[in-house]
């Protein structure tokens, strides 16, 4: 199978693309840079911008699968950068993708595209439609890219979604890192009760969700046209996990609290200062930061199971064990 990886460069997208690798697939990295580390196990690259996507057709033509996980991530920024990558560039792909003869589309999309602001206690995808109004443009654009991909689904153009959920691991560069340098700055407090119970997605889980689900995928199949969410399947109390991994790598667990009201406040009094002072960088709270950090957020994982036979690869345990060795190397530099 001749796979397109957009994003291979980053965390979910290298580990779909070494995965593919290793099992003898041919895989093109399509983004915006090399990355020497998957041409030495066998990958070759497609120099595109998705935001100017000259010679899409080329780097596409052959293929029988792309993996569309590139997308600009985080809770600040303009709607137009967020629109541009994440549904313009979408949008792209998936003419282009059509135009040339591919026949399948895994999206890596995100649960925070259904976040409506509440605990979402182990609900399946139909308890989850898209909420009216959103409070960051990240999950407003990433809602529509799904929309948009799902809308294309058609007998000879399989497409499908998933939509892992704080995935982690070695090598993360986002979720843990941030944990741990805010620990370190000591800015770092529980939200809310400290009770809400969240899904984890190892990096590897993740990846293995998205084979899975492209082998399962056709115009026929179960998960055709549809979206799925993707965790370890092993809800944690959010904070209970935070503090054991923090101490696994020697830092002190966190005890400050503040309400999630306070927090909805501060937010948005910080949100009004970045964008009156057009300063640089993320704030250090946001209402939508606030809400995800109290919440529940786990998720029925029954029709991944039964539509393409999700089954994750590394349990929770050995997954913690892994991050803890690798991060507790880091932890100074970070």
């Known amino acids: ?181 805010k620990r370190k700055q000591g800015r770092l407090a529980i939200v809310g009760a400290g009770q809400n119970r969240v899904d984890l997605t190892f990096v590897e889980n993740a990846a293995v969700a998205h084979l899975q689900a492209c082998d399962a995928l056709s115009g026929s199949s179960a998960n055709a046209g549809k979206a799925y969410f993707v965790t370890d399947g092993a809800p944690v109390v959010l904070w209970d996990w935070l503090n054991g991994f923090l101490e696994s790598v020697g830092l002190e667990p966190v005890q400050r609290r503040v309400s999630l009201s306070t927090a909805r406040k501060a937010g948005a009094v910080l949100e009004f200062v970045w964008r009156w002072l057009g300063l640089k960088g993320e704030p250090p709270m946001t209402r939508f930061i606030a809400s995800q950090l109290a919440t529940a957020h786990w998720y029925d994982l029954t029709a991944a199971k039964e539509d393409f036979g999700y089954t994750p690869l590394v349990s929770p345990e050995e997954g913690l064990e892994r991050a803890v060795v690798y991060f507790r190397e880091r932890v100074e530099e970070l």
């Open 1 to 181: 199978m001749r796979a397109v990886v957009t994003g291979a460069g980053g965390f979910v997208g290298g580990a779909i693309a070494r995965q593919l690798l290793a099992r003898g697939d041919e895989v093109v990295a399509l983004a915006r840079g090399h990355y020497p580390s998957l041409e030495a196990l066998g990958a070759t690259s497609a120099q595109i911008d998705l935001t100017s996507p000259a010679g899409l057709d080329e780097a596409l033509t052959g293929a029988d699968v792309v993996f569309h996980v590139a997308a600009k991530t985080g809770v600040w920024g303009s709607r137009d950068a967020f629109w541009s990558i994440n549904v313009d560039g979408t949008q792209a792909l998936l003419d282009a993708a059509r135009r040339v003869g591919v026949g399948r589309f895994v999206f890596t999309s995100s649960p925070s595209a259904t976040f409506d602001g509440h605990d979402a206690d182990g609900v399946a995808e139909a308890d989850c439609p898209y909420p009216d109004r959103f409070e960051s443009f990240y999950p407003e654009s990433k809602a529509e890219a799904e929309r948009r991909v799902l809308a294309a689904n058609a007998q000879t153009f399989a497409t499908t979604a998933l939509r892992p959920h704080l995935v982690w691991g070695p090598g993360d560069p986002h979720l843990l890192p941030r944990v741990i340098a």
